[in-house]
């Protein structure tokens, strides 16, 4: 899962799993990895995408 090369940059882009679409709008998460390197892209797509995992059971900081 190493994402896309746009520009020079590499970015994730994953399927919102089936069981968070009803707390999530998009049917895809896409973001910036901020690499223009495969293999940093490649590592850095499974951390982030494990820590999106890890914290969609936690309440967002951000709500009020």
Same mark, same amino acid.
């Given at each position: 899962?190493?994402?896309?090369?746009?520009?020079?940059t590499?970015?994730?882009?994953?399927?919102v799993?089936t069981?968070? !679409?009803?707390?999530?709008?998009?049917?895809?998460?896409?973001? %910036?990895?901020?690499?223009? *390197?495969?293999?940093?892209?490649?590592?850095? !797509?499974e951390?982030?995408?494990?820590q999106?995992?890890?914290? %969609?059971?936690?309440?967002c *900081?951000?709500a009020?």
């Amino acid at each position: 899962m190493p994402g896309y090369l746009r520009g020079a940059t590499y970015h994730l882009k994953r399927r919102v799993p089936t069981r968070y !679409a009803k707390v999530e709008r998009r049917t895809f998460i896409k973001m %910036s990895l901020k690499t223009d *390197s495969l293999g940093v892209a490649r590592h850095k !797509a499974e951390e982030v995408w494990d820590q999106l995992l890890a914290h %969609s059971g936690r309440p967002c *900081s951000r709500a009020i």
